[in-house]
């Protein structure tokens, strides 16, 4: 009998407990744009953390307002996340966290 080989790419999506439903309280309205997120645009999660269910997605070069940052999942070469809220003008609205790595000058206060 022969089996074949398979290799699976593992992404670490943090610790089993990591935390979806994460706390915040709005620190800093300030805005930005999401930068190099590619032709999917910006996932926007449940929680800081990649395990976190997906909200939607921003497209890159839109703008986005912060409100405050965690530390969660390292993304890229950094662990902050950033709390945002989008809204394109239309029936769209997204609420929830990004990582700040694809956000322009996303220098906000934590959000606790």
Partial sequence: MVT????????????ASASCSH???????????????????LAVRTGPHLSCGLVGRVPTG???TYL???????????????RI????????????WAAEDYLSDASVSGCG
């Avoid at 790419?9 to 943090?14: D, F, I, L, R, Y």
């Avoid at 309280?25 to 744009?33: A, H, I, M, P």
Wanted: net charge negative.
């Fill in 23 to 41: 706390g915040y309280v709005d620190k800093e309205l300030t805005s930005g744009q999401v930068i190099g997120a590619g032709t999917t645009g």
């Fill in 68 to 82: 405050c940052h965690v530390y969660g999942d390292v993304v890229n070469s950094t662990n902050r996340w950033v």
């Fill in 85 to 96: 809220h989008y809204n394109n003008g239309g029936s769209t609205s997204i609420d929830g």
């Fill in 4 to 15: 074949a080989a398979t290799s699976v790419a593992v992404v670490s999506g943090g610790p």
């Fill in 62 to 64: 839109h703008w986005v």
